[in-house]
């Protein structure tokens, strides 16, 4: 039997990956192998046309995403990535865009951005990993780090108030909102699926262990150590009112699927109007 | 080259006065014309301004140095460019909202009371087309022709026959005040209490 | 590189009384750009509201962005996307786009923005004119890279150096500047759009051979990689990441030589088809003026009555500004007696036409700080100044 025919050295999910970038820079431990690999399943169970998806990703741990999947992909700057998708998916509404970024990219540095894409209802995915701190950097606090949690700029602890992401894209009008943890694989893989065949500016957030950092910084253990206490400590609460989902150090995260309806996209809010009001004269850029 | 400055008060239309110049003599008058305006603050409210440059040959300095021809539309606008008129130019002034000093050297002096009359024709906004064509008629630096054929696309298509003819009442009264002396009018005015000048703020660029 | 006639829906012919904003706008609609997103900052508002105006009956998107910083991301990504885009913008907009040009210019995307300069620094003078911004455009993002700058006199030079910034910027992928200022982006002027058959327009070479052979980064003969784009099947990456021909991170020093001469030399070695100057009066001449943008046309006057006066003086009027005529100021240098460098900023590009003659001419300046143009007699000074 010739090597490339044995079938553990495959892996299960080249037709998504660049294998030529293998292996990844990301650390043992690190939960963002596993959410990559619930998008890779999302996208086989959606049947979506590969070639229709395109990602874009910030700078960052998460930002390496865009660089290790097999699509259109594009490995923007820090913070940027929404934008960027906003310009791709208005030139060509054909494409699926998914922003694949960290929570210091998308919320830290991005969180103008964020906000002004979800009140435009943006029609894009984002799933933001959530692993509360700059880890690309070394491990510094960030706009989601838990109050107490010690981080490298945090050196005594942290006492900002961070943000409940949930409730953040929620009051900003995304029409999706789902949290999981990285230990909850088949439910991520459930809500990328659902987000994908969803129009509107759809919001996943991730939380995944940072074992090189934030864990050790904080005597937390090893990867599995965090998959036990996301195991003991998060509760399915679908439908939850947002505001109620901060994330106290070590203690409860409410996951689940908070938010799903319907509301008109940006361009479809532009299409329609602009035609009522201009009618025949109104050129649609796309289709029609 | 000839320099023209249209002023009044925000509102009033005046850089649209400039624009319709402008277009008029760069389109159908065959001459170069660049037009700027006042921008900013200063343009939203008080007095404000449009400047056209007029040439046989390309415009090089785009701003005016000493207007040959002043339009006032309002009080603020007199006393602010009033000062910076030729010794030999043309001020052309609203007999309703401009009280004027006794002129100065040999500036010849024109009135038309244009708000008023735009008022009779049922709205205030077409006085500056009533001026427009005043000042057509009595400066000749543009034909009326132009002037009207440059209309469409800066006034309202719905108001255009009312601009048109708000253009021609302030032509032919211009041509009326033409025919007989303009000293008239500075006489006149001149006998009217002046309101106390103030003094001319040094513009930028200004020589 | 494709060269076609432009798109009839975009092209406004017949002659209009136009600022320099509004002109930039059918600019960019007559060259095709179909994409643009923005962020109001006076004095270069116009060209954006001219666009979301008229763009509903081309055919094409306008979105007013949240900032300057997602109006060139989002450029970025429209381009990717395959249409051509634009932004226009001024000093502090220009200065928060600058990270991100470094982007394009890494990512080799075409796209345009416009700078209608203002005073500065910082907030500076909003409402008036300066040319302060001529060294950021070139040198402002960090790092070593090259783009393409082009500086209007005009409306009518608005109009058709736009065409021209699309053009090159398409020819060279590379992000293409127009670099005006408020007194000719507020300045009406006649404006003649001609028909669209006597527009050229180029369009990005796109690749075209077999979808797994695709190299993003692999320079063709003229330097120019082949492009495509997003949804066509390459499913190819790119990154602001030191990369290599397939567009993959390469984080070491080899692969930084490669990438960082790659996108430099794209411009310097096309540079004697990119520059474009124009030249008046320059035989005999012992004065050269140098000048561009407004401060070129206001220098004419100054020309016009120096020559009166009986002293030679040529003009050297800059239409790219970068890639700068560096041979030209060379060869001059050596005939002539100096060089008057009027602008609005203090020596910007005299410093760079000092460089470039290399001692062997002195190059004066014209300093002003902005807020207006020059006095043209100011200019005649200097020229006579530099004539003893």
Redesign the interface.
């Known amino acids: 039997m010739k090597e490339e025919d044995r079938l553990e050295e495959r892996n299960p999910m080249e037709e998504f990956l660049r294998m030529d970038r293998m292996p990844h820079i990301w650390c043992p431990g690190c939960g963002l192998g596993t959410v990559v690999a619930s998008f890779a399943a999302a996208l086989r169970k959606s049947q979506v046309d590969l070639n229709k998806v395109a990602i874009v990703s910030g700078i960052g741990c998460t930002g390496r995403v865009a660089g290790y999947v097999k699509l259109d992909s594009f490995h923007t700057t820090h913070g940027r990535p929404v934008p960027f998708a906003t310009g791709l998916k208005l030139a060509n509404p054909e494409l699926k865009v998914v922003v694949f970024s960290g929570d210091g990219d998308i919320v830290g540095i991005g969180g103008n951005h964020f906000i002004h894409a979800a009140r435009r209802n943006m029609d894009i995915l984002v799933i933001c990993v959530n692993n509360f701190n700059y880890a690309m950097t070394g491990g510094q606090v960030a706009a989601t780090t838990p109050i107490q949690a010690n981080l490298s700029t945090a050196p005594y602890g942290n006492f900002e108030y961070p943000f409940n992401l949930p409730y953040l894209a929620d009051a900003c009008g995304a029409i999706y909102v789902a949290r999981w943890t990285s230990l909850h694989l088949r439910r991520v893989t459930k809500s990328i699926q659902e987000a994908l065949a969803k129009k509107g500016f759809s919001f996943i957030e991730v939380i995944t262990p940072c074992v090189t950092l934030y864990a050790r910084r904080n005597r937390l253990g090893d990867g599995l150590n965090l998959l036990k206490y996301y195991y003991e400590n998060s509760e399915i609460q679908h439908g939850a009112d947002t505001r109620t989902l901060d994330i106290d150090f070590q203690g409860k995260i409410i996951v689940g699927k908070f938010i799903d309806k319907e509301k008109p996209t940006f361009f479809e809010c532009m299409n329609t109007h602009l035609k009522k009001v201009l009618g025949d004269k109104y050129r649609p850029y796309y289709g029609e | 080259m000839r320099e023209i400055r249209f002023s009044g008060y925000g509102g009033q239309g005046v850089i649209r006065c400039?624009?319709i110049t402008?277009?008029a003599l760069?389109?159908f008058d065959d001459k170069?014309?660049?037009?700027?305006?006042s921008?900013?603050p200063e343009a939203r409210g008080s007095a404000c301004s449009s400047q056209v440059v007029v040439s046989e040959d390309r415009?090089?300095?785009?701003?005016i140095t000493r207007p040959e021809i002043l339009v006032a539309m309002s009080q603020d606008a007199y006393e602010k460019y009033e000062p910076e008129l030729r010794e030999d130019g043309i001020l052309i002034i609203d007999t309703d909202l401009v009280r004027m000093r006794p002129a100065r050297g040999k500036i010849k002096v024109f009135g038309i009371p244009s708000t008023r009359f735009a008022e009779e024709m049922g709205n205030r906004i077409f006085a500056n087309l009533v001026m427009l064509g005043f000042f057509t008629a009595v400066t000749k630096v543009v034909t009326p022709e132009a002037m009207k054929k440059?209309l469409p696309g800066l006034v309202p298509s719905r108001f255009l026959d009312l601009n048109i003819r708000a253009f021609e009442k302030g032509y032919t009264y211009g041509l009326e005040q033409l025919s007989q002396t303009n000293i008239g009018v500075a006489e006149e005015k001149s006998k009217t209490p002046a309101t106390k000048p103030t003094p001319a703020k040094a513009r930028?660029?200004k020589? | 590189m494709k060269k076609v006639k432009a798109d009839p829906k975009g092209v406004l012919t017949g002659a209009h009384y136009l600022d320099g904003d509004f002109a930039i706008a059918e600019g960019g609609l007559a060259a095709g750009c179909r994409f643009f997103a923005g962020y109001p900052i006076t004095p270069s508002t116009e060209t954006a509201e001219r666009f979301a105006e008229r763009i509903p009956y081309v055919g094409g998107v306008f979105i007013q962005m949240e900032d300057e910083i997602a109006s060139i991301l989002a450029l970025i990504g429209a381009s990717w996307a395959g249409v051509k885009s634009m932004t226009v913008t001024s000093g502090p907009g220009f200065s928060l786009m600058m990270e991100n040009i470094g982007l394009a210019c890494m990512m080799e995307v075409p796209l345009v923005i416009a700078n209608v300069q203002r005073g500065g620094p910082s907030t500076g003078l909003p409402t008036l004119t300066g040319q302060g911004d001529m060294m950021q455009v070139k040198w402002g993002s960090h790092g070593d890279y090259e783009i393409i700058a082009l500086s209007p006199d005009s409306p009518q030079e608005c109009f058709d150096l736009t065409i021209k910034a699309f053009n090159l910027s398409e020819m060279y992928r590379v992000p293409a500047f127009i670099m005006t200022d408020e007194c000719v982006g507020h300045m009406h002027e006649k404006v003649v759009i001609p028909p669209a058959e006597e527009i050229e327009v180029v369009n990005r070479k796109m690749y075209e051979g077999p979808k797994d052979k695709y190299l993003p980064y692999k320079p063709d003969k003229d330097h120019v990689p082949f492009m495509v784009k997003a949804g066509d099947g390459y499913r190819f990456h790119t990154t602001g990441l030191t990369h290599d021909e397939r567009g993959y991170p390469v984080i070491n020093a080899e692969c930084q030589d490669w990438c960082v001469r790659h996108l430099v030399d794209k411009i310097r070695k096309n540079a004697h088809k990119i520059i474009e100057y124009k030249e008046d009066g320059m035989d005999g001449a012992e004065i050269v003026v140098v000048s561009y943008g407004i401060t070129s046309r206001v220098a004419v006057k100054a020309i016009q009555d120096a020559r009166k006066a009986g002293i030679k003086v040529g003009s050297l009027r800059l239409i790219t500004v970068w890639p700068f005529p560096e041979e030209r100021i060379k060869e001059l240098a050596k005939k002539i007696k100096a060089f008057v460098v009027p602008e609005i900023n203090l020596g910007q590009i005299r410093r760079e036409v000092e460089r470039c003659a290399f001692g062997q001419a002195p190059a004066i300046g014209v300093p002003h700080c902005g807020g207006w143009v020059h006095n043209p007699d100011d200019i005649l000074r200097a020229i006579k100044e530099a004539a003893k």
């Open positions: 400039g624009l402008g277009k760069s389109l170069f014309a660049t037009m700027n305006q921008i900013g415009v090089l300095y785009p701003y440059a930028k660029g020589k």
